[in-house]
């Protein structure tokens, strides 16, 4: 289990402060980078409440009063899996009870169902399924980006993990040197991964989902989720879609064996990366140039947390702002996620509790300060929790989500769904205004049944 270190006893008076959280204060307030050390207090102090209010002040200072939602339905397409991760309740073998591989069919009723309900997204994800085609995916994708206009709409296809999108290199054949760890091996493998890409991109793929990051670790790796793709792989499924203009979000999922340390240092190779990505769209001249990131002190960063700085939307959709074309290439969201025990391997574990919920997020939203939002995803925070997380972090909620297969908070048959009205009464009744976006960001506009995305 994650070694917790229990914090001091509280002060006497809860306004008292840690004095040693206000150098961190002051630079989060000059917009500066905090070391993973840092985090190691922002995690370990007494004082969460301090903890929780820089978060808050950071992400006011991102997005004002805004808080984000969208309408949106997910789509598990298989839950049949070559892997057998210890966390993971929601695989299934071939001939399990409740293994199911969607056909087109029930693909386009799922569409037909997204239309009618105003979602302006399909996320897509599911197992590594060991016998399906590479046409399959393809299909998939354009399947509901076609039927979606045949009914008069548009929905935005975000699907794949990045675990699926290096199955769907072999699957197809293009993964060449997955064993080979010279720069040539991975240069062949990046090579399989950009043609995967692109084949789902011209058949409307629009955006990757930020799952199967799990732990940055090798330790942890080995230990829960050993044959998933590794963090190197994983980040350059990420680079790779970011260099084709497509964004992207990233997870962590919390909680179970990894130390909070290893959670740190997840959250530093995250925001490297996306100093790289920014770097490729202008922000900062050296940061375009910066080599793939190796370690030590990230030598380029971007923090789009100081006071002033635009955040990507406004140079990538302002510079046509005719089309807004959606070809941007950077993470914008991260997603942190309480390991659920119900139902799989690591079922003796606890879980992280209500309070390291909310300490988890707060010191994502410092750390990440090159990341634009942070999510609640309310499936999991529940929804109650989530609306405090607006008040410590995070902008977004996700959306009215409608069927989620992969973890269940209240048990096996529970449906999870909300509508519109309860994600933004929730939204309201924390203080902020609830905002509907479309996966990228984009104020949604609605006339009628259909939607564009606002200027
Ligand atoms: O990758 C699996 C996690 C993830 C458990 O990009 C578990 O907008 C907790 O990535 N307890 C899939 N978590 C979900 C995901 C996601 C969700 C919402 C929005 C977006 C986005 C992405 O769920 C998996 C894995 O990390 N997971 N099992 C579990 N027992």
Not at 71 to 89: D, G, P, T
Not at 309 to 324: D, K, Q
Not at 330 to 354: A, K, M, R, S, V
Not at 381 to 407: C, F, N
Request: hydrophobic share 35%.
């Amino acid at each position: 289990m994650a070694k917790m270190t229990i914090a001091s006893p509280p002060p006497r008076s809860a306004t008292r402060r840690d004095p040693r959280l206000e150098p961190l204060r002051e630079k989060i307030d000059r917009g500066e980078r905090l070391s993973v050390d840092e985090g190691d207090l922002l995690y370990s102090t007494w004082d969460l409440w301090s903890v929780l209010g820089m978060a808050d002040a950071v992400r006011r200072r991102l997005h004002g009063n805004a808080a984000y939602y969208n309408i949106n339905r997910h789509l598990n397409y298989s839950n049949v899996c070559a892997l057998s991760c210890k966390f993971c309740e929601f695989y299934r073998k071939k001939d399990d009870d409740g293994a199911y591989t969607r056909d087109m069919a029930y693909v386009k009723e799922e569409v037909r169902k997204a239309v009618e309900g105003g979602a302006t997204e399909i996320h897509s994800v599911g197992g590594l399924h060991p016998y399906l085609p590479f046409s399959y995916y393809t299909d998939l994708v354009s399947t509901i980006r076609d039927e979606a206009r045949r009914l008069g709409s548009e929905l935005h296809v975000k699907a794949f993990t990045a675990v699926e999108i290096v199955h769907l290199a072999k699957i197809a054949k293009v993964y060449k040197g997955a064993n080979d760890f010279s720069d040539a091996g991975r240069d062949a493998r990046r090579d399989g991964i950009r043609w995967v890409l692109s084949q789902l991109k011209e058949a409307g793929l629009g955006s990757l989902p930020g799952g199967g990051a799990e732990v940055f670790d090798d330790r942890v790796h080995d230990e829960a989720y050993k044959g998933k793709i590794r963090s190197d792989v994983w980040l350059d499924v990420h680079r790779e879609a970011h260099a084709q203009g497509l964004n992207t979000n990233a997870t962590i999922l919390y909680g179970h064996i990894e130390q909070r340390r290893e959670r740190l240092v997840h959250m530093d190779m995250l925001r490297r990366a996306q100093d790289e990505a920014l770097g490729r769209l202008g922000y900062g001249l050296a940061a375009a140039n910066a080599p793939p990131s190796t370690g030590g002190e990230s030598p380029w960063p971007v923090a789009l947390t100081k006071p002033g700085t635009p955040l990507p939307e406004h140079v990538v959709f302002n510079s046509n702002a005719e089309t807004r074309t959606p070809t941007a290439g950077y993470f914008q969201t991260i997603i942190p996620l309480p390991f659920f025990p119900d139902g799989c391997d690591l079922e003796h574990l606890p879980g992280p509790g209500g309070l390291e919920n909310y300490r988890t997020l707060a010191v994502a939203r410092l750390m990440l300060d090159n990341f634009p939002h942070v999510k609640a995803f309310w499936i999991m925070q529940t929804l109650p929790m989530a609306q405090i997380m607006l008040q410590s972090g995070a902008d977004d909620l996700d959306g009215t989500v409608v069927w989620y297969d992969i973890t269940k908070v209240g048990g096996a048959s529970t449906h999870q769904e909300v509508n519109v009205w309860t994600l933004q009464k929730a939204i309201r009744e924390a203080g902020f205004e609830p905002v509907e976006r479309d996966t990228l960001y984009r104020r949604v506009v609605r006339d009628g049944k259909t939607w564009r995305a606002g200027v």
